[in-house]
């Protein structure tokens, strides 16, 4: 997936208002026999069954193929979903991380997520950011009255601010999660760029 250094990500949202959001749903079960990596692939089988219906027809009211929230996410525009509670739950499969970083989405705000797609998620260069019921009904709101309605996800401050009313709230990640974000590292190359020490070390 693609390795972006995160700063402050300041875009529109997708609203995805299912709580309970489980794996099956963000990618199905038939995509994990693919041996490809290819990040359009799992982007275009992300929401799959419910974004088309049996014949491949979009569903036109599901959120994704609603003419606001359509447009594939690029550089401020829909970079972050708004996501229900208790998102990426059920099967611990990595795919589901695969299928939203090949859509384009760069961080999902939730008021809780499933461990392991969390974890997935952060070595997959998508940022999962916990915040309180409220503040996520907020966003729901905002975003339901204005779908242009941006907010500012500032991972060095370890904030997040609805722009429209100001609202903020501090979220939690690991610091060296965090680092690596920042840095555009993976677990390889946080080794390789501490290679000096690692060897200075050893010796």
Same mark, same amino acid.
């Given at each position: ?41 799992? +982007? ?13 027809n979009p569903v036109p009211d599901f959120v994704m193929n609603r ?8 550089? +401020? ?6 996501? +229900? ?64 309605a941006k907010v500012r996800v500032d991972v060095p401050a370890q ?42 070390y050893e010796k």
């Open positions: 997936m693609a390795k972006q250094k995160f700063n402050i990500i300041e875009s529109t949202c997708i609203p995805v208002a299912i709580d309970n959001c489980n794996t099956d749903l963000i990618i199905p079960a038939r995509y994990l026999a693919s041996t490809t990596r290819d990040p359009k692939f799992f +982007g275009d089988a992300f929401m799959h069954d419910l974004r088309y219906d049996a014949e491949g003419p606001e929230f359509s447009e594939a996410p690029h550089e +401020g525009v829909h970079e972050i979903i708004i996501g +229900g509670q208790n998102w990426g739950s059920g099967s611990s499969r990595e795919h589901a991380a695969w299928a939203i970083a090949g859509y384009g989405v760069r961080v999902v705000i939730s008021s809780s997520f499933a461990d392991i797609h969390r974890n997935n998620l952060l070595n997959c260069f998508v940022l999962p950011v916990v915040v309180s019921r409220e503040f996520q009904q907020e966003l729901f709101d905002t975003i339901g009255a204005d779908p242009q904030t997040v601010t609805n722009l429209t009313t100001g609202h903020s709230e501090h979220f939690d990640i690991n610091s060296y999660k965090k680092y690596c974000l920042e840095n555009a590292y993976d677990d390889i190359d946080f080794l390789l760029a501490n290679k000096d020490k690692i060897e200075a």
